[in-house]
């Protein structure tokens, strides 16, 4: 499954869970108030209503952000695997009741509704510990495979390499039977010694993550080819800067070592004695690919699996050596996909790694595709409780409208009009902070007062559709007399208001951060 399709299919598991959210929770306070007291709905029912009202928002937020775009899906099969267990539960129970005479009422039903919706938060939480358990165990694969790869490096690498320069000093200086000195051992010292300094190169890059900052391919790639070229002065390496002049990557510092391995891989294990070699790139809108081919023999399979899916060896194959590898370890540290296939002429071996833009042309940052940061999601929820709080503080003083909000649950209290009315102001301001995050929208966070045009766009638009129209239509299904559409100045000043307070203060917290 590609990163984009899975990242859809978070978003959609993330709306999944706040629709089962808001269903039940709507069921369960209508349930609640047919034939029960104000004073006995905020004892008995509001917590219930406040939990329901978390796990639609937990949902919106679960689409819009970058862990919930990862694991979104799962977190909506466990909370619909919770709902579904617990309504069997619920119905065998309300069946053997009525088959023993007991008969349901609005009680029953409210009680019944309340489980359901504990099932479902039950089963959101589990999928939120199975999907951090997941990340968990993935985190230790490869510190495990990075520490059996560190012990092959210095049992083989290091090693072998000592014994062969003890080995060749000790003929330093020794004369044969005819007085001539023995062949110059120097030489082999020398390999010796540059693969040792290649494993303590390769052990230093493998022990010691960097973070993720913008690398210039043109400079990476030509210190790499340069390096390499002094190393094998046969090999026949081609590449051309142009394709990725003024080009910058999202990668560690080690993407250096990456493109190096791939070099050597590719001039190593070729049994020409001119072997050659292409780097040919690919530049998209936001992502860069680039490609090291060879003329060699082809890579065997269990070298593509490496590559592929990073599953290391069991055992130690001496002709293969130890870049594979490297190569994909490194490549997943710095985000990059690796992708296998022919090499030069259809012969040999190509191996691509696709890299993140640190920007795209239009200097725009492609990385806010991915979904909100926790210090996104986090300053979006001040920012809507603030501006929900005042907003209702002028639809209460103005009009008294906030119990109104309440009816949309089937209860039109206070407390449930402030509830539901900041839970609303919650949902749309992390979509408006979702929308402000993306690239389009990059010059509008980077300006106060472009921001607050935007805000007060937002909250017009909200005022007349969701207010306006939504509102009334959904009074009308429960049975409250309301025109469409219901548009009053108080209404639409009220929510300008909120959206230029989101905005202005989601633009002064993230400067802040």
């Given amino acids: ?55 639609s928002l937990f949902g919106v937020v679960l689409a819009v952000n970058e862990w919930g775009r990862t694991h979104g899906w799962t977190v909506a099969r466990w909370c619909l695997l919770g709902t579904v267990a617990t309504g069997v539960a619920v119905a065998a129970s309300v069946v053997g009741s009525e088959l023993a005479g007991v008969r349901t009422n609005a009680t029953t039903t409210a009680l019944g509704l309340d489980l359901l919706l504990a099932g479902a938060v039950g089963g959101a939480l589990t999928g939120v ?12 694969a490869e510190r495990t495979t990075r520490l059996t790869l560190l012990n092959r490096i210095l049992r083989h690498e290091v090693l072998n390499g000592v014994n062969v320069v003890r080995g060749y000093a000790s003929l330093v200086g020794v004369e044969t039977d005819g007085g001539e000195h023995a062949s110059d051992p120097r030489g082999v010292i020398e390999r010796s010694a540059d693969r040792i300094g290649d494993a303590v190169d390769e052990v230093t890059a493998l022990t010691h993550p960097d973070p993720l900052a913008p690398v210039s391919v043109a400079a990476v790639v030509e210190s790499s080819v340069a390096a390499v070229s002094e190393r ?42 001119n072997p050659a070699v292409a780097v040919t790139a690919e530049v998209g809108w936001r992502r860069v690919s680039i490609t090291v081919a060879d003329d060699g023999p082809g890579m065997p399979d269990a070298q593509r699996r490496v590559l592929r899916d990073g599953s290391l060896p069991e055992y130690d194959d001496p002709t293969a050596g130890f870049g594979v590898t490297v190569v994909r370890l490194l490549a997943e540290e710095s985000g990059a996909r690796v992708d296998v296939g022919p090499g030069i002429d259809g012969d040999g071996t190509g191996v691509t790694l696709t890299f993140r833009r640190h920007q795209t042309p239009d200097g725009h940052d492609p990385t806010a595709v991915g979904g909100l940061s926790t210090g996104w999601v986090r300053d979006a929820a001040v920012a809507s409780v603030v501006a929900g709080g005042v907003m209702g503080l002028l639809l209460d003083y103005a009009a008294g409208s906030l119990p109104v909000i309440g009816s949309l649950y089937g209860v039109a209290s206070p407390f449930v009009g402030w509830t539901t009315h900041l839970f609303h102001s919650l949902v749309f301001g992390v979509a408006f902070a979702a929308a402000l995050a993306t690239p389009r929208f990059a010059r509008y966070r980077r300006r106060l007062h472009l921001a607050s045009l935007a805000g007060a766009g937002y909250g017009a638009g909200l005022s007349l559709v969701a207010a306006g129209v939504v509102m009334p239509l959904w009074l009308r299904a429960l049975g409250v007399p309301a025109p469409v559409p219901n548009l009053s100045s108080v209404g639409f000043v009220g929510h300008l208001v909120w959206g230029v307070t989101l905005a202005g203060l989601l633009v002064a917290l993230r400067r802040r951060g």
């Fill in 232 to 273: 094998h002065p046969d090999a026949e390496i081609r590449y051309q800067r142009a394709m990725v002049d003024d080009v910058d990557i999202c990668a560690t510092t080690h993407v250096a070592d990456l493109f190096e391995h791939l070099l050597r891989n590719a001039v190593e294990h070729n049994p020409k004695s």
């Fill in 1 to 55: 499954m590609s990163g984009r399709r899975a990242r859809r299919e978070g978003a959609w598991g993330g709306l999944a869970v706040a629709v089962v959210g808001f269903s039940l929770t709507r069921s369960a306070t209508a349930a609640s108030t047919t034939n029960g007291s104000t004073l006995a709905f905020l004892l008995g029912e509001a917590p219930f209503l406040i939990v329901g009202l978390g796990l």
């Fill in 129 to 140: 510990q199975v999907s951090r358990r997941h990340d968990q165990q993935r985190d230790l």
